[in-house]
């Protein structure tokens, strides 16, 4: 669905001409051309009007009645008034009305200072009211949900939170019960309103009926100041605005940028900024002492870990996804120059060639984000956004549902989009390189596809129909993908077909076309671009040597050829499927640097030296979003005292190990670095980043981008194994599977434990009701019994603290109830 | 130095000389006026005040030291914490930090109650915004005026100082004084 074309007609709004585009809703024109009309329940984030609180009120010449502003659209010539005696007699009679019920305990209320019923009533009420009867009464505050707190007797019937579970979400939670005045908001049966995105009804909710009990009674709007920053939890790097008080951050609010989040927030985003703030949190230099890591000084601490200059050409670097690209810059640098090491890596999946990351990165087939909400279709290949990057579920949810856009998935899992689908075609674990083979080849009409398609554990037949939805469709397809398709030896030949399938379906002529990778780290595109990958430097360069991929660095350290790790914000212990490598790897490095904000028991058991390491509201630094978007994380708050910036501790030890000065290595400067060493990158600054970030393709510099095209070894998948009995072992890491959720106390009740997704079929073989405690693979784990997981897989929970190792997704495990 | 034009020259204007008994009463006219006033308060009572024994009595609507209320049936405090004075405060010396009242064992009568309370008397102006301010008539300015210590951190009175009985030490005036 292409952008709707915008009409421009003229309007007269209380005498004044006001240009505003046809169709527009006449609060919107109105506000358009300076002219503020009242309302509660007028939402447009929320879809179409529903005009519920007739606050909106005003006079249209040619009409008889008075008119709701919020659902009447403009046309050419209207002569709207909305300072008449009729509109404003309207406007006392509504706000009268509304405050019947209204509990005025303004002085008690969270939203007090902040409410748009106080303005309202300030600027349109009539002061007095004339109800002396006995208000309605509700039991208060009732919790929603652990994270919201319910008001009823607040409440004035907008229908906004309703609207939001309803039609954005789609969680189809939260209903109005009963009717006429005693009706209240509630889920049906009473249950907590527990969702991804159930936060942001405290936001849209323009009374104090809906409040957050993290922020309850924390502050009040006179007392705190906004801090806008980037939420760097997760690949999808909503845009917020941090709640200040005293140096310590007490709320997030979503920053609407259209380009990036639409203004919603997931919860994670929205209440594990505790985390910052946790008692749990390290918040001091650790130093090994004989068996146990003791706080040490900052002087100490550097000089264990400038011991990693004598490990030369012996040093691994793993950088997680939180690492900014200045840091990562440092680090790649520190290590290429000067110890001699090109084991630098930022994926967990294996390398890709530099060839065909310069490929995948090229800015014609790069979808945008808003491309998301009106494009034909949208393919999703083996990526489930709710998971991986959850708002952008919210924006596909959008696009079906306003825009008619066709939703194909392709994936192992089931997703939550699938119920949206107009297809949903299962292949087996770890195969999502057979499936890009597979809708390759059925897309050139290669007879190879039913191979393919059965190496993938797909039928060929929905695989066809797939292809066949895609290029019916209309030519703007928008392909999510997710890091999963590029794992393993195959990643290489499941980019290469990724490139084909794009070449094929023109993605790269059309603008709101193109490939959106979804990485696994926050910051996955921008540590690729700055080079903290084993096969490419700064700006996607060749390199003369490839270095080794994680799981090669693993491996080289667990067998002794690697003896100093450095792990950056990552903790592979946890991140890692292959659990039992790292921690024989990190047993046997003689050196393991760590920055981290906690550490998994067997990282604190052997690390020799753990820097503390900024939470996301301390940071300051850039990174890259999966559709380019390079954006600035701010400081809002000062760290805790013995909290260091990451890269001023890389150039420290640079400094101390090495006696070599690694430039800037904070602010500005370091952010100019990084626009030196990337050629796509070039003069960018933090000013020309702003508040909303910038798509490095829609500069000039874009142009320096070297074309690439793969020169990796193409390995062909393997057929994806038949479940004999055993199961095909899949996993999926949920929003809610980090460390950030179990140690901030509101979300504590949201932390995982290891569960093992089964098909009832399976579940009934197996001897298995949900709930039960299963053994897969020798670790156990809590069945989930799922009807829409394909029989013959099981699906466990992988990023899990406490979580086992786990064999590779696809292999075939035992599955027993215990 | 040139030649000095005639236009240039002006004759000065001198007053008469002055007769003797004249310039001596111009000297010491107002000398004598001011002496005379000083001889009259040597014959009246002393105004001074032997403070501290003495003290100023102050009017009913005097604002001096502020006072938190409780309810006096059920010693609850009335202050809900809602940080209204805070907001008025020209001064910025009140920080409020709320709480949730705990239904077993309740400090405020609302949901909420005000944890923290600290009036920064050294920066406080006695301007009375926060007793106009407040909702719930739980903060009023009371008449006492003594308020120097010897620390600067010790004038940041707490909640328990506000809450606390204050020690009238303050006469009020009676109503013809």
């Known amino acids: ?818 | 130095m040139g030649k000095i034009d005639e236009l240039d020259i002006i004759e000065v204007q001198r007053a008469p000389s002055p007769s003797t008994g004249a310039s001596f009463f111009r000297a010491f006219r107002e000398t004598g006026r001011g002496l005379a006033t000083t001889f009259k308060q040597l014959f009246q009572k002393p105004l001074t005040m032997q403070y501290p024994e003495e003290k100023t009595p102050v009017y009913p609507r005097f604002r001096g030291r502020h006072k938190l209320h409780k309810f006096e049936d059920s010693d609850l405090e009335k202050c809900v914490g809602c940080s209204l004075c805070a907001a008025a405060c020209p001064a910025d010396c009140i920080r409020v930090v709320a709480a949730e009242n705990d239904p077993d064992n309740r400090v405020s009568a609302g949901e909420r109650y005000a944890a923290v309370y600290e009036i920064n008397m050294s920066r406080c102006i006695f301007c009375g915004y926060c007793e106009v301010a407040c909702p719930f008539d739980a903060i009023t300015m009371g008449h006492d005026y003594e308020l120097s210590d010897f620390n600067r951190s010790d004038l940041i009175f707490t909640k328990e100082m506000l809450l606390a009985d204050p020690i009238e030490r303050t006469p009020l005036r009676n109503e013809d004084e």
Request: aromatic fraction near 4%; charged fraction near 25%; glycine fraction near 10%.
């Open chain 1, 1 to 818: 669905m292409p952008r709707p074309e915008e009409n421009i007609i003229t309007l007269t709004v209380d005498g004044r001409d006001i240009q505003a585009v046809d169709g527009a809703m006449l609060v919107d024109a109105a506000a358009g051309g300076d002219i503020e009309i009242p309302v509660f329940c007028y939402e447009p984030k929320l879809g179409g009007p529903v005009g519920a609180c007739r606050m909106c009120l005003v006079e249209i010449e040619g009409i008889p009645k008075l008119q709701t502003a919020c659902s009447t659209p403009v046309k050419d010539g209207m002569v709207v008034h909305t300072q008449t005696d009729r509109v404003k007699e309207a406007q006392n009679s509504v706000v009268e009305f509304i405050l019947l019920n209204h509990p005025l305990d303004c002085p008690v209320c969270d939203k007090g200072g902040e409410c748009p019923l106080q303005d309202v009533s300030f600027g349109y009420g009539r002061g007095v009211s004339r109800f002396t009867e006995p208000k309605r009464h509700f039991v208060k505050p009732l919790a929603l949900s652990p994270l919201i707190a319910i008001d009823r007797e607040r409440c004035i019937l907008c229908y906004r939170c309703v609207r939001f579970s309803q039609e954005i979400s789609e969680d189809h939670q939260l209903v109005l019960l009963e009717r006429g005045a005693a009706t209240f908001v509630s889920t049906f049966d009473g249950h907590p309103y527990v969702a991804p995105f159930s936060g942001n009804i405290i936001e849209l909710c323009p009374v104090g009926a809906l409040t957050s009990r993290a922020y309850r009674f924390r502050a009040r709007p006179w007392d705190i100041e906004g801090s806008g920053t980037v939420c760097n939890l997760c690949p999808a790097q909503c845009n917020v605005t941090l709640t200040v008080r005293d140096d310590r951050v007490l709320r997030v609010l979503a920053r609407d940028n259209e380009g990036v989040d639409d203004g919603w927030l997931c919860d994670k985003g929205r209440f594990a900024y505790q985390a910052t703030h946790s008692d749990e949190r390290i918040t001091q230099p650790l130093v090994r002492d004989g068996d146990r890591l003791r706080p040490a000084t900052w002087e100490r601490a550097i000089q264990v870990a400038s011991g990693v200059a004598r490990h030369d050409g012996a040093v691994g670097a793993i950088v997680g996804g939180e690492t900014t690209n200045e840091e990562a810059l440092l680090l790649g640098n520190y290590l290429r120059n000067t110890l001699g090491s090109n084991d630098i890596d930022s994926r967990d999946g294996g390398a890709l060639s530099a060839g065909l990351l310069r490929a995948l990165a090229d800015p014609k087939i790069q979808a945008t984000v808003p491309d998301l909400e009106y494009a034909h279709t949208v393919l999703l290949l083996d990526v489930d956004p709710v998971d991986d990057a959850p708002v952008l579920d919210l924006r596909i949810r959008k696009g079906a549902r306003r825009n008619d856009m066709q939703v194909l998935v392709a994936s192992s899992r089931p997703t939550a989009l699938d119920p949206r689908a107009a297809q949903a075609v299962r292949h087996a674990p770890g195969s999502a390189a057979s499936m890009v083979l597979a809708l390759d080849a059925a897309l050139n009409g290669d007879g190879a596809a039913g191979t393919h398609a059965a190496n993938a554990g797909a039928d060929g037949a929905e695989v066809r129909a797939l292809v066949e939805a895609l290029e019916q469709s209309g030519e703007d397809i928008v392909i999510v993908v997710g890091e999963r398709v590029t794992d393993g030896p195959a990643g290489e030949a499941a980019g290469q077909a990724l490139l084909r399938i794009a070449a094929k379906l023109g993605l790269g002529e059309r603008d709101g076309a193109g490939i959106l990778e979804i990485p696994r780290g926050t910051n996955g595109r921008g540590l690729r671009e700055v080079g903290a990958v084993p096969t490419a430097g700064p700006g996607l360069a060749d390199l003369a040597t490839a270095g080794r991929s994680s799981t090669e660095i693993a491996t080289a350290a667990a067998a002794g050829d690697i003896t100093a790790l450095w792990l950056v914000h990552t903790d592979p212990v946890r991140d890692s499927q292959n659990k039992d490598l790292w921690i024989k790897a990190i047993a046997k490095a003689g050196l393991v640097i760590a920055h981290a904000s906690t550490l998994s028991p067997e990282l604190a058991e052997h690390a020799n030296v753990v820097f503390p390491a900024e939470s996301g509201a301390e940071r300051e630094g850039t990174i890259t979003h999966p559709d380019g978007r390079v954006q600035r994380l701010r400081k809002a708050i000062g760290a805790p005292e013995q909290v260091k910036p990451a890269g001023a501790v890389i150039a420290r030890i640079a400094e101390i190990g090495s006696s070599v000065d690694l430039g800037a290595s904070v602010g500005p400067a370091a952010t100019e670095a990084v626009a030196r060493a990337v050629p796509f990158y070039e003069h960018l600054t933090a000013e020309e980043i702003g508040g909303r970030g910038i798509r490095w393709q829609e500069r000039e510099a874009a142009a320096n981008l070297q074309p690439g095209s793969s020169t990796g070894e193409t390995v062909a998948p393997q057929p994806a194994a038949s479940p004999n009995g055993a199961l095909r072992l899949g996993t999926f890491r949920s929003i809610w599977a980090s460390p950030e959720v179990e140690i901030s106390p509101a979300l504590k009740f949201l932390s995982r434990t290891p569960s093992a997704e089964l098909s009832p079929e399976d579940a009934q073989r197996l001897g298995v009701t949900n709930g039960n405690s299963v053994e897969v693979a020798g670790v156990s784990a809590t069945a989930r019994i799922r009807s829409d997981v394909p029989t013959g897989n099981v699906f466990i929970e992988s990023g899990v603290a406490g979580g086992a190792s786990l064999p590779a997704d696809g292999e075939l495990v035992e599955v027993k109830p215990r």
